[in-house]
């Protein structure tokens, strides 16, 4: 995956210096990949015959013992390269089917005019899925778990659908640069092969799905095409109006393949769950990454050639002005996919290799969490619900961007939605959209911002108010006043822990005294990233490491850390949980802000109060085998 499509299919020949015949002879695939992986073959053969003595020779071979899969859903056959034999015999060598079944199967394939791997998984005695693992052993190829491998976009867009589905092959990833990793039912049909090897221009190497897997990663390539296609479509009628700039188009690209790219890319960021899509040309390329689950994961890159193009379609999707390549631009376009609502807010960010493109994906249709689901502590999340239940003052989350902090003010919000309470928002961007409330979207372009939008909110006779995010003086103000005069705030601050929001606000230029007697409740958060359950393993932490990771340890921790299987991904973790520490403002701490006292001193008196602190949370939160010390280490730091 990490190899880059070098090509768009438009200009193959050209790029490759093909000689221009259509018909240009190819090696037959199976000799193709074994020349490719010769040093891979080799490697593989040692180790089998290593990890399986009795495995001598020859087709009666034990599979390997626990195949080796690797995370992104390949399993590699025990040896390279095409074995003699039958298939059969490979089935009850790898202990698929039992040799009387398979000896039923001969018996009766014969007066039907089929095989007897046909007979076995028509008769359920082999799933399709043993079938294409017996198959990939047989011919030495990879097998593909194509739920868990994830499909580079710019190699399955090489081949029609139509094709796809002729020949029920998909390519899937790109093996080099010349070679195209394609996931078939039947690697035997050599003419597909040629096929696919001449449509794209690319040496095959082929590898071993089954045919359902197959059939619905080719429907879904199909759908998502429609899908966010149709939504699409309508931008260009309305940007045909205005022709300068659609020419300009035209000129920096071959529109299909860039907007088929586009909604593909759009189209898997969503189905991923990817919160962040960014587009970063580095000089070469232009490489394409998801943020999921917090953290960012390269996807596949664009082509050089056609990195302006997916620029230019996205500022198109985003009304962008796409001759504006210098300044950055902020856009939002909403789309369907798949059946959800999502808004895209769409940054454009020029720099020296050329314009790059950040676009958060906003699934308004997610369901909003409850407080406990979020991972707060019970006494936490009890300190935390009074706070937001008294008709006035604020209640502050913080953290970083990405901690989650408005998941946790829409659980509070949540918690208040009754019908007897106006609630009013003011935020920058709608993230989620809750019946009941009057939600406004910050537009600073026309003079809408956090302060003005706050300004008209407390004039609607508001109970409770959300500010999105407070960033500067005059919002704070203006939040702070409002939880002196019967209104509950909710808002956020970028601080690192909860007693510094108490001094930021006073660093903004609030009164200590307004501070000390507005808030409640300040609540600072991290999201960590969840250990795995299927793959977790149990581990012990010495005491030395709690030590280097910040904690007065004398003994050491039973715990849990990271390991990767397929359905994390490989990486060990899946989901996330929050961390919180949840500082009640208590007399003395009115008293210290009113003394404008330092954090840290805030800090050491909430901590005798009761408060839990962040890292400390996170512990817990290790000890629970939620997650593990090194992503507590690296969401919270080891201060
Ligand atoms: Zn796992």
Redesign the pocket.
């Known amino acids: 995956m990490s190899d880059a499509p070098q090509q768009s299919p438009p200009d193959l020949h050209e790029i490759f210096e093909l000689d221009g015949d259509p018909g240009v002879e190819l090696e037959p695939v199976i000799s193709i990949d074994r020349d490719e992986d010769e040093d891979d073959a080799e490697l593989d053969g040692e180790f089998a015959l290593d990890a399986d003595p009795p495995a001598g020779v020859g087709e009666d071979a034990e599979p390997p013992a626990g195949a080796e899969v690797d995370t992104n859903g390949i399993t590699k056959p025990s040896r390279r390269g095409s074995r003699q034999g039958f298939l059969t015999d490979v089935i009850v060598a790898m202990e698929l089917a039992t040799q009387r079944q398979v000896d039923d199967a001969l018996e009766s394939s014969r007066g039907l005019g089929t095989t007897p791997e046909r007979v076995l998984v028509e008769t359920g005695a082999l799933t399709q899925d043993a079938l294409a693992r017996a198959l990939a052993e047989r011919y030495g190829l990879d097998h593909l778990d194509l739920e868990v491998f994830s499909v580079d976009m710019n190699a399955a867009n090489l081949v029609s659908t139509a094709v796809a589905k002729r020949y029920q092959a998909v390519p899937v990833a790109f093996a080099d640069k010349r070679t195209l990793l394609v996931a078939m039912a039947d690697p035997s049909n050599v003419l597909a092969v040629d096929d696919i090897a001449i449509m794209t221009g690319y040496e095959i190497r082929v590898a071993v799905a089954p045919p359902d897997d197959i059939a619905s990663l080719v429907s879904r390539l199909d759908r998502l095409e429609d899908v966010v296609g149709e939504s699409v479509s309508s931008f260009d009628e309305d940007s045909e109006d205005d022709g300068g700039e659609v020419v300009a188009l035209h000129e920096t690209s071959d529109d299909a393949p860039v907007i088929k790219l586009v909604n593909q890319l759009v189209a898997q960021a969503v189905e991923r769950g990817a919160s962040d899509l960014h587009l970063a040309p580095d000089g070469k390329e232009m490489r394409v990454r998801l943020r999921i689950d917090g953290v960012l994961q390269d996807i596949t890159s664009v082509p050089r050639k056609m990195a302006a193009g997916v620029v230019s379609r996205i500022k198109i999707m985003a009304e962008l002005n796409i001759a504006e390549k210098r300044l950055p631009q902020d856009g939002r376009v909403g789309l369907v996919v798949d059946g959800h609502h999502v808004d895209l807010r769409v940054v454009t960010l020029p720099s020296v290799h050329g314009e790059g493109i950040v676009m958060r994906i906003l699934d308004k249709e997610s369901v909003v969490v409850e407080l406990d689901k979020l991972g707060m502590a019970d006494a936490e999340r009890e300190r935390f619900e009074a706070a937001c239940r008294e008709t006035h003052g604020a209640v502050l989350v913080t953290g970083p961007t990405g901690s989650g902090k408005s998941t946790t003010l829409y659980g509070a919000l949540q918690l208040l939605n009754t019908p007897e309470k106006n609630i009013i928002t003011v935020e920058d961007p709608v993230e989620y959209e809750m019946a009941g409330l009057t939600q406004v979207q910050v537009a600073p372009k026309v003079g809408l911002t956090f302060a003005a939008g706050l300004r008209a909110m407390v004039r609607a006779d508001p109970d409770v108010i959300m500010v999105g995010e407070i960033r500067d003086r005059e919002t704070a103000q203006i939040a702070i006043e409002s939880a002196l005069t019967g209104h509950l705030v909710l808002s956020t601050l970028h601080t690192n822990d909860a007693p510094s929001a108490v001094t930021r606000l006073i660093e903004m230029g609030v009164e200590p005294f307004l501070v000390a007697s507005a808030i409640d409740c300040v609540v600072a958060q991290r999201l960590a990233r969840m250990l795995?359950a299927?793959?977790?393993r149990r581990t012990i932490i010495p005491a030395n490491v709690l030590r280097e990771s910040g904690y007065s340890a004398r003994m050491e921790l039973e715990a849990y850390e990271p390991?990767?299987?397929?359905?994390?991904g490989g990486s060990?973790y899946?989901g996330r949980v929050g961390l919180y520490e949840v500082m009640t403002v208590t007399p003395e701490i009115q008293t210290m802000a009113l003394e404008r006292r330092p954090s840290e001193e805030i800090r050491d008196v909430a901590v005798r109060q009761g408060m839990t602190r962040l890292r400390d949370d996170g512990l817990q939160k290790v000890r629970q085998g939620r997650t593990s010390i090194a992503e507590i280490a690296r969401v919270v730091g080891s201060g």
């Open positions: 795995c299927n793959c977790k390991v990767g299987c397929r359905r994390c060990g899946r």
